[in-house]
Structure formats: C-alpha cells, structure tokens
C-alpha cells in the first residue's frame, strides 16, 4: 500500500491486551445520549440485541439474548453504525444505486381501509401519491380521536377493524406465503391516470423551535418516582426531559416508559416497573409491549432505519419475552404508537389485453410481492415532509435561466445543469467540491442569493444547524423560509431524515437546491439514507464529477472507493505503514508519530496532525488515545471538569454532529471553548455530555473535515469494526500526510474488497418515485 517499516520513525516498547473496540466502557453509555461526551458513538459488545439481532450498546443486568436468525440486518459493520462505534450513530454509507429489494413505488397501507377517507375526498384534485398521502395523514387523525375516546386497553385483537384489522390479515398472509389481501394491498397505479396538478402551497415554515427545559420541580417529582422504583435518581433529569410534560405521572402509570430515556435497557424497565406495580407487572402487560416496541424502533433508528418489517419487530418482540407478538403489534397500530405502510418488491406484471391488442376484457394482475413497514410517526412524517418539499421544489421551478455568461470553465456541467433546474444532486471526492464552489461564485456573478452549507462551518460554507437555527447564513423571509435563490449542501451523505427535511421545507418556492457529497464516505449519524435515496429515485439530474483526486493519497482512497487497496508509489512519504503488534504498541507508536516524527518530518505542527481510530472504548480507542496524547501534549490536571486551557477537544452539541474545538478558559457560566473561529459556551452540567477530548476521534466525528496529517489507528481488535466506508472515510481525511499504524493483518484489505456498508430500510425512494410519476404529464 505505501512504505513499510522503514519509513516509520517509532520504535515499539510496551504490550497490552486487545480490548474489543467500540466496547461499553465507562458503564455502557446509550447510543445518542446524553450520558456521555461520545454522543451516539458508543458501541457495544455483550448487549441486549437490537432489532437487527446484533450488539447493541451497554449490557443488561440480564445478559445477552440471541438474536433471530433471519432478523433485520443490522445498518453497521460491527454491531454499531458507522465506524463500528457508532450504533445509533447509523453507518450506512451512502450509495448510488437502490438496495436490492427497494421498492419501485410506495403506496401507504389501508389506502382502502373501512371508516377511513379516500384520498380523492381527503384532498381534491390532488395527484394519486399527494393524495395518498393526505389519506394516510387523515388516518393519523382518526386514529388520535380514537385513542381519546377509548376508555380501557384493546384486548388483542378483538375490537380492531378498518386499517388494523386489514394489517392483521396482511402479516400472517404474508408469513405464511398465502396470497395477501387485494384490499390491504391495493397498489398505487404505476401511472398516474391524470396529470398532476401543481403542488400546493405549504405551510410557513419557522425556524426550528427548542423544546422548552424541565423546571426543577418537574426533575423533582421524577426522582421521587425514580426512588419508590429502585431507579438511579441520576436519571430523574434526562426522564423529565424525555418524557416531558407530567413526567412522573406519566412513570407512575406506566413505568416501562422509562425507556425512553437513554441507556435505559428492557431489563432495567422491567426490574423498575417490578418495584412499583408488584406481581402484576408481567411480560404481557400492553403497555410493556408498546413500550418495548417504541425502544425497538427508536434502537432501528439510531441504526439509521426509519421504519421495520412487521416480521423483524415480531421475533424482536418475543426475544424480550411478548408472549403474543403479532397481537401486540397489532394493538399498537390500533393504538396509533407506530405506523404501518406497505411497500410493493419488484415490476408490475404486464396487463392482458385482447387479440385486437386494445387491453378489451382486463384482468387483475397477480399481486406484487410486498413487504409491511412499521415506524415511528416522527419519521414517516419526517420522510413524507421531505419527500413532498423536493416534489415541491422541481414543480415550482420557474424553467431554464440563461447562465452561459457563467457557464465555462470548472463546474461547467453543474452550472448548466442547475440553471435547468430546481433540484440536482453532485457526486464526487474531496477534489470535487471545487465545483459548488465555482457554482457558488457563478450564481452570486449573476446576482442570485446563493448560500453553501456544510455538514460543519469553513472558511466557504456556513454549517447546516446554524443555517437552520439562524445563527449563521440569510436568515428567514416573512412567510418563515431561508432569504435566498440557490441553496448547495455539501456533505450530503450526513444529512438524516429530520435534517433533511427542515432544510428543504426552508427553501422558497422557485429556488434551487443541490445535495452535493461523496457517495463512497459513511452515512449520516441519524435515522434515513436521504442522499443515497434521492440518487436511487432518479427524481432529479444528477452531476457526477470528473475531477479525480490527486497523488498518491487521492490514488489510494480512489481506490478503496472501489474495493482495491492499491500498492501506491509515494516517493515523498505521503502514506507510511506502521506495523504494530497489540494496541499498547498501538498507543506508543501514535504518540511517537503525533509529537515527534510527523512534525519533524513534514514541518506539520501536532495540532494538525488528527487521529482517528475506529471506536471509543478498547485499550486503542479515543479515550486511551486522547489520555495518552494529552498527558505528552498538554498535560494537567484537568481541573475545569477533566479539561484544560489548550486541551484539543470535540464538541457534540447533539447526537452525530461533532465540531472541533480548543478549551479557552471556565468561569461559572461553564467550560469556554474555541469552535471554528468563534466562542462558545457549554454550561457546566453538560460539559460531560457534550465535551471530550479530541486529539484521537472516530471516522463518524471527523466526516465533513480534512487535516494536514491524519494517524489512522488499526489495533488487531479493531478487525471486526472495519468496512469499506470506515477506511474510506478514515484515509480520505488526509491532505499531505497518512500513517496508518496496522495491526489487523489481512483484516484491512478484506475490508475495503468485502466490507459493504449495511443497508438501511427507508421509503424516501419509492415515496420520491411516487411524486414524481405523479408529476409527469400525461402522453
């Protein structure tokens, strides 16, 4: 791959014992929460299993649980999404071509459910997938009224009708290969039988509001509720937050809702709804049920899914002991807690027609292959929302405008291409965003309000939280949406489903969008595949650039982008191999590499020389590591809360968004940091949560940036977090300088030849396939 040994400047001293990376460590922090400064990075080994029958994150006092067989694959290499540490985190990188097994089309379930408004009635003169979509909004409020009049629980089953009923019969014709049922699963036309309509005007859109903090009475009456259960009164704060308004309350009716609160296991659910109901807190009360499958999806959704097949969450269900699976899921929809779609598999058959050919006397055609889809309704909402704003912004698009004065020269291509349209998608390495930024010049030359976002705030871009909130960027007209003409996302493949959708529901009718990023980097930190899903629907001209990466660095990671790790000439000792042999050698030699050889070797400072290893916990992890280099770098005492004035840090101000900082001081406001060039302050209380060392980070944290020089740690117990995206997104951080400090063997290349990222189950393709044929004028 690069010079061997001869070209490392470290000498080995020192041995220590492989610890799995990615483990729990510092008792077992939950993935995305608020427990601990790694945010959704904590993977884990040992742990209860998520729906998709891997590791999850921290152990349950009960032990591991095997997964199903045939259960849902889980979205990350190595038992976490992402880099392996990374299970809520989600890692599925991006791709450009649909998973097998994506629909073509999406349709919701029950569109012609009993008691329910069809879509031509819920909105008139709608197009068939606008319309299905309102009916499936409609449905959302029967089932809410429902839920207010209901005076006890639905015995399972039994007093179900309309769209839950429909969906009992569904699933088991669908587990037991019968032929589902014609109303459940009636299609959306592959056609539309009309032209679509022009959209409609959506709602104003106002920035992002925060949801208003638990008051200190609140937390109060939490831990008291917390103590007669046995539950670590620690928690009382993150419940109260979690559970919101009447939070204690809400735990003294129902105690299994304490796993809402993050790092909370079924098992410790259990033992504190054992503590205050008694005997009667068995396996098969419902509210267990519709608590374990709320954590279930929630567990899928830091894997980056944004909805189940009904059979995975069943088996999931009975793992946890449900003694009636199917029931309780079905008294879940019937109690709106999830929603339920279905989502036909592959081509429609062909229609009969006569021997004249005219289609005479016509026939039904077989029915599709299907699979049920059940999600959380923030996601659905969250995937219809972003779906019908990219719809929005091709159909208000006002037509070509006349850029050939800009036109030439870099990013001519994207250019053209974005003055024909109102949504267009760029593909490229890190050499490539060169050409939205040409882009950027061009639309302002023209005089066009152009804005370039990024998953983290440069010189060039401002970030994509504080354009949404408004702290960065044009800020937001009257009716609530961004001041501009022409919006560029670079880093695409970062943006989640919720992210996704509030940027596009910002962006004014008659303005250009365009999602910018690499395919080949690891995916977003959250629930969706939204780049990835816009490539695959095809809803939109894509630009794929021809600008290739240069030297020896760009060669390499060019390659891995197409599973070869290439033997590179790198006659400047641009990339260098560091043999190791056990993770305290690993340590050793990264210390050496940072402090010493690569500043005196390449005139490259320490502070910009970054580590990135594949998970947190592990003898080789970012916590070893930062201890490790910070003692050599900046030692101290850590007295602002474990920091320093000049610690290297990370910023985590909310699951997978990470930002690099420097501690600047602390006062009683709390720890003073640096972050891109401006001042921020973390109150005191969450300086745990959201602040840790930074001189090692993993490949989810260092998406979105590059480095001068870049120490990538592969310690032999690391072998298992590896894939393709990891070491792509891990060697691509370079500029002029890579060591890889390699213990893994043959690990390495088996990686980046075998290591796919694991898919994600979403509907934005087939709900963006759906508008859009609804779109098309009819021939």
Known sequence: MADQEAHAPADADGEGDGVPVGEAGDGGGAPGSAAGADGPEDGGTGAEPPVSGRGGVGESPAG????????????????????GEEPGAADAAAETTEEPGAADGIAEAGKAGEGTESAEAAAPGLSEAQAELAAQKIERERIARRKAEREGPVDAGAKLSGKAADLLAAVRAVESGAKPSAVFFDEAPATPRRAAPAPP??????????????????????????????????????????????????????PWRLLAVPGVRPAQADGFAQALLGPGAGPADERRSAALLGWLLDQAALKGHTALEAPVLEKALAQYGVPAPAEALEAAIGEGAVLVFHEPLGEPGPQPADAGGTGG????????????????????LAEESLADGLARLTGTFGGPADWSEVASGPGAELVRAVAAHGLVTHTGGEAARAEPLALLAAARKLGLRAVLAAHAPTGDAVGVAG??????????????????????????????????????????DGARLVLSGDPGVLGSAGPGRVFADVLAARACPQVVSRTPD?????????????????????PGKEIVIVPVRDAGEAVHRTVQLVSESVPRAFGIPADAVQVITPGHGGAAGTRALNAALKERLNPGPGRFGGFDPGDRVVHVPAPGRAVPGRVVSADAQGLHLEVAGARVVVPKERVESQVRLGWAVTAHQAVGARWPAVVVVLPGDAAQALSRDWVYTAFGRAERHLSVVHGVDQALPRAVAEGLPKPRTTRLTGLLRALTAAQQPQE
């Open 64 to 83: 591991p649980t095997p997964a199903p067989e045939d259960a849902e694959p889980d979205p990350s290499p190595a038992g976490g999404a992402g880099d």
């Open 201 to 254: 005007q959506p709602r104003p859109v106002a920035a992002p509001a925060a949801a208003p903090a638990p008051t200190a009475e609140d937390i109060g009456a939490v831990r008291s509720v917390l103590a007669r259960g046995g539950a670590p009164e620690a928690l009382a704060g993150a419940a109260a937050e979690a559970l919101g308004e009447g939070a204690a309350d809400l735990l003294a009716e129902d």
């Open 361 to 380: 006397d016509e026939e039904e055609d077989e029915p599709r292959p299907v699979r049920i889809l059940v999600g959380l309704e923030e996601h659905a």
């Open 467 to 508: 354009l949404l909130s408004g702290a960065q960027g044009p800020g937001r007209d009257a009716d609530g949406r961004f001041d501009l003409d022409l919006l560029i996302v670079l880093d695409a493949p970062q943006l989640d489903v919720e992210t996704a959708a509030a940027l596009v529901e910002s962006v004014p």
């Open 550 to 570: 240069p030297g020896p660095l760009g060669e390499l990671v060019s390659g891995i982008g197409v599973g070869e790790l290439n033997q590179v000439e790198a």
